[in-house]
């Protein structure tokens, strides 16, 4: 918790300063998002003016739905689905998840913590786009002439009105966007591990998660013994792969650690455990699903 400041010009009629005490920096306009826990006024202020101050903070803290302005391309020379050696380290699975609508990030990669997030993408141009855009997950790592997002040609394609207007954005290479962060919903699936094939039982251990549901980010997996209970942190080796050498023995079972934020941390922990002999390749499902409010 710091103190900041806010100028107070920003508000109409408001010619003072308040000091705001937040877990964040007030950024200069409310269109930003700012958590804030409460509000001190330095004196002289009237409370009109602490009310005023609280209304649009409280409007700039809601700004987790706002959309971001920026740019984004598609793959070239694909196929309509993404890559299979996207830096998320998904596989052919990140080619085909949510149907094909998938992208590449740059900034919002964030050192693969970014992998698996999912965003509403839409065009700004009018006569092009449509309203509603598409909803594409995070599968690699990329970037192409100042763009966040580099999408799968499905994905591009679906920004647009109708399919003379898909080819005429596919022609444009590049457009004008604006997105922002949604929770990802994968209905009758649950959250999945994916043994990577690179695994070597008993001695080292890697695996993907897949089906990452809900808002939250995945920023920390412990390994456990079901029988001890004994758990190991495990590395995050690059992308959404997780590994560990001397892994456990015996069932274990996978922790999660679903980060927001806001700093709101919750660990999952999986009904079904991967079994004692598991193997390079296989597949396990957790059992659970992240309910989505």
Known sequence: MKDVFLLTRDVPGLQRHARILCNGVV??????TVRCSRTRAMPLMTPWEIRVIKIVLGNAATCTDCFVPSRAAHYPNSDDNGTETGRCGYGTFGATIN???VSAASDLYRDGVGCGACYQVRCTNGNYCSDKGVNIVITDHGSSD?????LSRRAYGQMAQNADA????????????????????YPNKNITIKIDENSNYPHYLAFVIWYQQGIKDITAVQLCET??????????SY???????????????????L?????DDTWVVPVNDIPQNWKAGDTYDSGVQVIIA
């Open 259 to 263: 980060s927001d934020e806001n700093g």
């Open 227 to 236: 029988q001890s209970y004994v758990c190991k942190l495990l590395d995050r």
């Open 27 to 32: 950024p200069g306009s409310v269109k930003f």
């Open 239 to 257: 992308g959404a792969v997780w590994t560990t050498t001397s892994p456990p023995s015996g069932p274990l079972s996978v922790r999660m650690l």
């Open 99 to 101: 149907g094909g609508h």
């Open 146 to 150: 100042r763009t966040d997002f580099i």
């Open 166 to 185: 898909a080819a005429s954005l596919l022609a444009f290479g590049v457009v004008d966007i604006e997105y922002r962060r949604v929770p990802c919903s």
